[in-house]
């Protein structure tokens, strides 16, 4: 499995990653995110090339809402049960701005995506921007959550 790949512009990626990317930002502008004003918009594509998105979704009861990662994959298995996911593309931006932001998935996300990867047995490539201005692309949720707690631990 290659390492992380980091690119120092967006015109750096390849083709998919970069329309991941547009089309996460695409998604974006459909959040509903009245508290936090943080738009996240995510999109994966599958193994049959369609692609999924999603934006997060809040909620007056703080603890209800959801990540625009999890919306989009859950959203991927609901309507696509029989596919594996091949890689997301997770951005961000402040409402009513155009500069992307930082927006890594949160710890949660992360445990779904691993859940995703164990069940498909296949690994999902992660595109996002970090702190650093740099575009990256994860091989695998597993380099974002190591030693973490997989269906294994219940056996
Ligand atoms: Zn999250």
Not at 4 to 20: G, M, P, R, T
Not at 86 to 107: D, N, R, W, Y
Not at 120 to 142: A, D, F, G, R, Y
Request: aromatic share 10%; hydrophobic share 40%.
């Amino acid at each position: 499995m290659k390492g992380v790949q980091a690119f120092n512009e967006i015109e750096d990626l390849d083709a998919e990653s970069k329309y991941l990317v547009h089309k996460a930002k695409e998604a974006a502008l459909n959040a509903y995110a009245p508290y936090s004003k943080f738009y996240v918009g995510a999109a994966v594509i599958l193994d049959d090339d369609t692609v999924i998105t999603g934006a997060n979704y809040e909620n007056a009861s703080y603890p209800l809402c959801m990540c625009a990662e999890r919306v989009t994959l859950y959203s991927a298995a609901a309507t696509h049960p029989s596919r594996k996911v091949k890689k997301m593309a997770v951005i961000a931006h402040k409402k009513g701005q155009k500069e992307l932001v930082t927006a890594t998935p949160c710890g949660a996300c992360r445990q779904v995506m691993l859940e995703f990867e164990v069940k498909q047995k296949q690994p999902i490539e992660i595109v996002m921007l970090t702190k650093e201005s740099n575009w990256i692309i994860v091989p695998s949720c597993s380099f974002l959550l190591p030693y973490s707690f997989n269906q294994e631990n219940l056996i």
